[in-house]
């Protein structure tokens, strides 16, 4: 309780002044992030499901595909000489929000029957930040910070 004389703000008033100010300030910076983390939620995203593509190839003892676009990608399954989609939930074709592939597109990541692949090279851009992913020959997949 104030006296008469007695101006300001207290000490404990200052602080809770500064805790709101802080805190404003983090959510504003995590609200304009430079998409780093969203590219690589993508690019792990798609990672998954090209691994998911690769065991579907082992274990249907078929040829998969991811074909990849400027607006999303896909999965595709050779049966009877054509390529034919694949919609299971682990490898369901999804669009792009706000990641861009850069690069020749469409691209298509093949894996065969063993689980094999053509050496693929993918760049997912947001803004600033990129996410790079890396399809190796054995069929392992990989993300670069």
Do not use: C, K
């Not at 991811?66 to 999965?75: P, Q, S, T």
């Amino acid at each position: 309780m104030r006296t008469r004389g007695e101006e300001g703000f207290s000490l404990v008033e200052i602080m809770v002044v500064l805790v709101i100010i802080g805190l404003a300030a983090g959510v504003a910076a995590l609200g304009f992030g430079d998409g780093t983390g969203e590219v690589r939620r993508e690019a792990e995203r798609l990672g998954a499901r090209m691994l998911a593509a690769r065991d579907h190839a082992l274990f249907a003892q078929a040829e998969t595909a991811a074909v990849i676009e400027a607006g999303g990608y896909r999965f595709e399954e050779r049966r009877g000489g054509e390529w034919q989609p694949l919609t299971t939930r682990a490898i369901r074709p999804h669009s792009w929000d706000e990641v861009r592939p850069r690069g020749t597109l469409p691209m298509r990541v093949r894996f065969d029957a063993v689980g094999l692949a053509e050496p693929a090279r993918l760049l997912l851009a947001h803004g600033d930040a990129e996410a790079e992913l890396n399809v190796g020959a054995d069929g392992e997949v990989s993300i670069a910070p």
